[in-house]
T-cell receptor, first 117, second 111 residues
Framework: GAVVSQHPSRVICKSGTSVKIECRSL??????MFWYRQFPKQSLMLMAT?????????EQGVEKDKFLINHASLTLSTLTVTSAHPEDSSFYIC?????????????FGPGTRLTVL | AQRVTQPEKLLSVFKGAPVELKCNYS??????LFWYVQYSRQRLQLLLR??SRESIKGFTADLNKGETSFHLKKPFAQEEDSAMYYC?????????????FGTGTRLQVTL
């Protein structure tokens, strides 16, 4: 159990367009979902945390208007990269967990590779 | 601010040799530490957490608060252990428990 999917797995887009990435918990209801970004040969950097039905909390330095997060249900969160530019090219990974304040295991999606031309 | 340091980008060992992947952390609160593993072409998954004090796939990790370390160890490396290993620290923010990852160490086990 505890499977998280992401769609699409790869996306190539032109500069200036917007791209939406979906993150779904397939067999559990995720109270909290997390979005990470990973540059080549670097670590995962947390971008934002979202709880179902409330606004996402962004980490310092992450532009809210650039990376729109919607956590509409307990099984779906979306990340929209608006007006994408080549520097937004990266590997985006989501994770989902049940519970909030005390640590609960995060289950990771397979990631989405975004390439902006 | 919290920080997780993994000093080695690559660790290459022979099959059957002992393995130690280093992890040091800095955190003002009470730390909760984890090791995550990513096998080739697979997603990140939890290997073990310090609270559990368990051995998973022969790996163990002890939290040393004095040295602020959480090194991952295995007495005899296997080929299937080859993967990317990330040390992570959990910080509670009141609304969620967030992870801060180290930069990762690639373990390469050769014959």
């Amino acid at each position: 159990g505890a499977v998280v999917s992401q769609h699409p797995s790869r996306v190539i887009c032109k500069s200036g367009t917007s791209v939406k990435i979906e993150c779904r918990s397939l067999d559990f209801q995720a109270t909290t979902m997390f979005w990470y970004r990973q540059f080549p040969k670097q670590s995962l950097m947390l971008m934002a945390t979202s709880n179902e039905g409330s606004k996402a909390t962004y980490e310092q330095g992450v532009e809210k208007d650039k990376f729109l997060i919607n956590h509409a249900s307990l099984t779906l969160s979306t990340l929209t990269v608006t007006s994408a530019h080549p520097e937004d090219s990266s590997f985006y990974i989501c994770s989902a967990s049940v519970g909030g304040r005390s640590y609960n295991e995060q289950f990771f999606g397979p990631g989405t590779r975004l390439t902006v031309l | 601010a919290q920080r997780v340091t993994q000093p080695e980008k690559l660790l290459s060992v022979f099959k059957g040799a002992p393995v130690e992947l280093k992890c040091n952390y800095s955190y003002s609160g009470s730390p909760e530490l984890f090791w995550y593993v990513q096998y080739s072409r697979q997603r990140l998954q939890l290997l073990l957490r310090h609270i559990s004090r368990e051995s998973i796939k022969g790996f163990t990790a002890d939290l040393n608060k004095g040295e602020t370390s959480f090194h991952l160890k295995k007495p005899f490396a296997q080929e299937e252990d080859s993967a990317m290993y990330y040390c992570a620290l959990s910080r509670n923010t009141g609304t969620a428990s967030k992870l801060t990852f180290g930069t990762g160490t690639r373990l390469q086990v050769t014959l």
